[in-house]
Structures are given as structure tokens and as C-alpha cells.
């Protein structure tokens, strides 16, 4: 080994050595996630599967969280709360009975007011708002057990997967709908009430992005039965929509609004006379 060699260790050593977390690989992450989502939903299988033991999948998916768990274990003795990788796994399967409720309730919501929706199934199997959804509800109660890291590791895993960014430290109530949703962004200290729709690009976002605020609330709330269309956005951690609302697409909004209000981009849309045969073609380059 050459010195330059040997000094570039000393210096990859130096760096690991100033890291404050160990993080779980991933793909483990991953594989844990659409394991999970497998567990709950079976509504898809692969072609050569065993048949499937709800008994023995769970004890599978309970080492695996511990597995993931472990590399954060310093961290997680650190906390107020001195908690084995164990007993957070325990403490995490003990809410699976809740998440597993409000997935239903998610894509019963998606099934009834999507009329391209063909039935439950199609909606667990592939939409990916309900993906998004479900890796949120998973990574947010692991947040509250005061998991640091994974969470996020989790629903970047979604993002990656969907292009649906949502913080897991998001707050979402029951029957949330996101359709088509390329390009949604929802902050980490967001509020969502119950049955709200959101389309394709909408971002809940913040208006300072300062590392000093990070304790603050800097994302809206969105209160009940609010629909959101394409590429709006709305920013601010003191904007409230009210509940009942209706925001139209591309509006930028970061004030608050009142219950029952409809909001819309006005644009001017200039439509002429298409040219005669005589006219000069318009010629468009791409």
C-alpha cells in the first residue's frame, strides 16, 4: 500500500469516527417496508411464493425491525426513554392494529372518489398515493416511539419509489387522498385534517428555510374535507385552509383562508384564429 493510500484511511477512519449515528442499510429498510405492506395486504404475490402464514410472516417482520433497529441502539439508549431495539419493536407491532385500520380507511377513500378506480385491490397493489400513505403511517408512529433516523430513511425509500415526498413528522388524519401525485411535497410540521384530497405537484411548504426554525412550525394546516388541485402551493406555518375549502390549481398561497372558500389562479389564455391555408404556417422548432 502506498503512503497516499495509507493516509486516505487515516482520513476515512477520522471522518466515521466524527459520525453521531449508524444508520441500518437501505435496502434492508426497503425490504422491511414492502415486506410490511406484503403482511398487511397480500393482494399481490409473486409467482413461486409459499403459501402465506400470517404467524410465522409476523415474527419474520418483527426481527427484521429489530435488525434495523440495532445500529441505532446507542441512540436509542440516549433517549429520554431508555428502550431496547425489542421492546420499541414490541411497542411499534402493538400499533399495527391502528395503522393497518387507517390504511383502510385511505384507500377506501381513494377507491370511492376515484372513478378510474377499479376496486380496493387495484388501489392497494398499485397507486402510489396509497403507497406514499401507507410508508408515512408506518414511519410516523415509529417517529412518535422516538426512532431518529429510520423514519425518514422509510419514507425517502417511498419518495424514491412514488415521487411523493411526506415527512414522517407530518400530522394526517383518516381517509387522506392523494391522486396521480408526482411531485407532492408535504413538510414536516404540516397538519392535515380528515378526508382531504390532494392532486399532482401540490407542495405544503415553508416560507424561511433557516436552520434555526427547525423547532418551529413552519408548514400550513389543512383542515377537513379540503381538495387541493394540481401544482398549488401553499406555504407558511401560520396559514390556515379552512375546512371545506377548495384550492385551485396553481394557486400560491400563504395566507390563511376561511372555511367553505374557493381559491383560483386567474390567468389570461389568448386564443386566436388558426391560420388559412394562405397564412404563413407557424413553424414550431422542439
Not at 99 to 122: K, R, S
Not at 187 to 203: H, W
Amino acid at each position: 500500500m502506498t503512503a497516499t493510500e495509507s493516509a486516505f484511511l487515516e482520513r476515512l477512519l477520522a471522518q466515521q469516527r466524527q459520525f453521531r449515528h449508524r444508520l441500518p442499510s437501505k435496502p434492508e429498510a426497503g425490504r422491511f417496508i414492502d415486506h410490511l405492506m406484503r403482511f398487511l395486504f397480500p393482494v399481490t404475490q409473486d409467482c413461486h411464493s409459499l403459501a402465506f402464514d400470517p404467524e410465522q410472516s409476523y415474527q419474520r417482520l418483527h426481527n427484521q425491525l429489530v435488525c434495523l433497529l440495532k445500529p441505532l441502539q446507542t441512540n436509542l439508549e440516549q433517549a429520554d426513554k431508555l428502550r431496547s431495539p425489542e421492546e420499541v419493536a414490541d411497542l411499534f407491532f402493538a400499533e399495527l392494529p391502528a395503522i393497518f385500520d387507517h390504511l383502510v380507511f385511505d384507500a377506501q377513500a381513494i377507491t370511492d372518489n376515484d372513478p378510474a378506480a377499479v376496486g380496493i385491490e387495484e388501489v392497494i397493489a398499485v397507486y402510489p398515493g396509497f403507497y406514499a400513505i401507507a410508508v408515512y403511517r408506518i414511519a410516523h408512529v415509529l417517529l412518535l416511539l422516538d426512532v431518529p433516523l429510520l423514519p425518514r430513511m422509510l419514507t425517502e425509500y417511498a419518495h424514491s419509489h412514488t415521487g411523493i415526498d411526506i415527512h414522517p413528522g407530518a400530522q394526517i388524519g383518516q381517509s387522506f387522498f392523494i391522486d396521480h401525485g408526482t411531485g407532492v411535497v408535504i413538510g414536516e410540521t404540516t397538519i392535515i385534517g380528515n378526508n382531504v384530497k390532494l392532486y399532482q405537484g401540490v407542495t405544503l411548504g415553508a416560507t424561511h428555510v433557516a436552520k434555526s426554525l427547525a423547532s418551529k412550525k413552519r408548514h400550513p394546516t389543512i383542515e377537513d374535507n379540503v381538495v387541493i388541485y394540481a401544482n398549488a402551493t401553499i406555504l407558511g406555518g401560520k396559514t390556515v385552509v379552512g375546512h371545506d375549502s377548495v384550492i385551485g390549481g396553481n394557486v400560491w398561497l400563504t395566507q390563511s383562508v376561511d372555511p367553505f372558500s374557493l381559491v383560483y389562479h386567474q390567468s389570461d389564455i389568448d386564443v386566436r384564429q388558426k391560420p388559412t391555408e394562405t397564412s404563413e404556417p407557424i413553424n414550431f422548432v422542439i
